[in-house]
């Protein structure tokens, strides 16, 4: 594995993950009003066009082979096996979390487990046809590379 160091000028400023919302009033509402991303910018156009683009810290691309995925479908959802495509989302509290988006009308895929890694993470089915994760950090990822069995990269 090579060791690639992050630049002073990268090339992608941004992830923004596109996704089309049937009912866009519903959706808004979840991941916006619900879940607590910050609306950055929205906009309206001809034909009830609308388009609003949710702020939600920090962005990652995490790649994963079929072993790694089947691995943590065992761990976070009972062997379940997830969407192709699943946005993980990092929380302060995943429990209470969890509980606010199945009320906001998310559908509860696994609850919130500790994983070993020691995040404690849930699963659901979401508005706008999305399957998500939560997740809490139980630590900081450095003390997770000091225990046997976690490789740094």
């Known amino acids: 594995m ?8 990268p090339r992608v400023k941004q992830l923004r993950l596109v996704v089309e919302a049937d009912d866009f009033d519903a959706a808004l509402r979840f991941y916006r009003d619900v ?25 990652t691309l995490e790649l994963s082979n079929p072993a790694q ?5 065992a761990v976070e959802a009972d062997g379940r096996p997830s969407a192709h495509i699943r946005v993980a989302f990092e929380v ?28 404690l993470n849930s699963r659901l089915h979401a508005p706008a046809d999305l399957e ?7 630590e900081v ?13």
């Not at 998500?132 to 139980?138: G, P």
């Open 141 to 153: 990822p450095d003390a997770r590379r000091s225990r046997p069995g976690f490789k740094k990269p």
């Open 2 to 9: 090579t060791d690639h160091p992050p630049t002073a000028d």
């Open 69 to 73: 995925v089947k691995m943590i479908d």
């Open 35 to 59: 879940l607590g991303l910050t609306e950055r910018a929205a906009f309206e156009g001809e034909g009830d066009a609308r388009v609003a683009i949710l702020d939600a810290g920090a962005a």
């Open 92 to 119: 302060e509290d995943g429990t209470t979390t969890t509980d606010e988006l199945v009320h906001a009308g998310a559908q509860l895929i696994a609850s919130p487990r500790e994983t070993p890694w020691r995040s």
């Open 132 to 138: 998500i994760t939560l997740f809490q950090e139980l």
